[in-house]
């Protein structure tokens, strides 16, 4: 694991838009990974700002998104899809085709589930998977549990994390009980990873990532096993390392 400490949260936005544009610069038919959250807003923001300088060029770019809150349609303002077209899909040249994100409104979704991951093997597997942190150790929606799913799989939300995602609904009662996510297998199997981490609230779960003892009680002490993980927090996240 690299552990990167950046002076504040648009250094960390900066580096993390700059890892994905040079591995875009590699490799023009990158297939990569998302994240929603917080977090990664900046990082969105500057590679938009990249893309408009013409630093950038998605066009051949294939994307997959972690996860999705179950029975949110694509158009509700609180769902990942209507996320991700606000902060990045509407203002670059991603081609609407090599967008993926779960569809949590299907009829079937463990057949949904079981397509989401085969369509990434048919991608060729994804080669830069961008991860948050919540503060609870979740990964994608991987939540503490005494088994993890490999695959890409329907999850109950824990209490905490509905708690803490309440600040983005209008009540309590409307946040979302379960998602799908990308399972803990699908995330380990990424060749690269970076985890992005900001502020004085994931300093505690960042501590248990990257020398906390490995347990799925706490998923994300896992990314301790992959062998290319980068870790870029503020010196808020980092402050208990
Ligand atoms: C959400 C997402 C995660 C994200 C995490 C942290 O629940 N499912 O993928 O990493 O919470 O979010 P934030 O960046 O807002 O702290």
């Known amino acids: 694991?690299?552990?990167?400490?950046?002076?504040?949260?648009?250094?960390?936005?900066?580096?993390?838009?700059?890892m994905v544009a040079g591995e875009i610069k590699r490799n023009d038919k990158l297939v990569l990974g998302l994240a929603t959250g917080s977090t990664?807003?900046?990082?969105?923001?500057?590679?938009?700002?990249?893309?408009?300088?013409?630093?950038?060029?998605?066009?051949?770019?294939?994307?997959?998104n972690l996860d999705e809150y179950a029975s949110l349609a694509p158009d509700h303002p609180q769902s990942y899809h209507f996320f991700m077209n606000k902060h990045l899909f509407d203002h670059i040249n991603i081609k609407p085709e090599n967008i993926n994100i779960p569809d949590g409104c299907s009829s079937d979704l463990d057949h949904e589930c079981?397509?989401?991951?085969?369509?990434?093997?048919e991608a060729g597997g994804i080669g830069l998977q961008i991860l948050g942190i919540g503060?609870?150790?979740?990964?994608g929606f991987n939540e503490p549990?005494?088994?993890l799913c490999v695959h890409t799989h329907l999850v109950d939300l824990s209490d905490e994390t509905i708690k803490v995602n309440s600040r983005f609904f209008e009540s309590f009662d409307q946040v979302p009980r379960k998602a799908v996510t990308m399972g803990m297998g699908t995330i380990m199997h990424a060749e690269k990873i970076v985890l992005l981490a900001s502020g004085k609230s994931k300093a505690?779960?960042?501590?248990?990532?990257?020398?906390?003892?490995l347990t799925t009680a706490f998923p994300a002490s896992l990314l301790q096993l992959h062998k290319n993980?980068?870790?870029?927090?503020?010196?808020?996240?980092a402050s208990l390392i």
């Open 1 to 18: 694991m690299i552990v990167k400490i950046l002076e504040n949260y648009m250094e960390l936005s900066k580096i993390a838009a700059s």
């Open 40 to 64: 990664p807003e900046g990082m969105y923001a500057e590679l938009i700002r990249k893309f408009k300088a013409g630093e950038v060029d998605f066009t051949d770019v294939t994307t997959f």
């Open 114 to 121: 079981y397509e989401y991951d085969l369509r990434i093997e």
């Open 135 to 139: 503060t609870n150790g979740h990964i």
């Open 145 to 147: 549990a005494e088994m």
């Open 204 to 213: 505690a779960a960042i501590r248990q990532t990257v020398s906390g003892g």
């Open 229 to 237: 993980v980068t870790v870029l927090l503020d010196r808020e996240a």
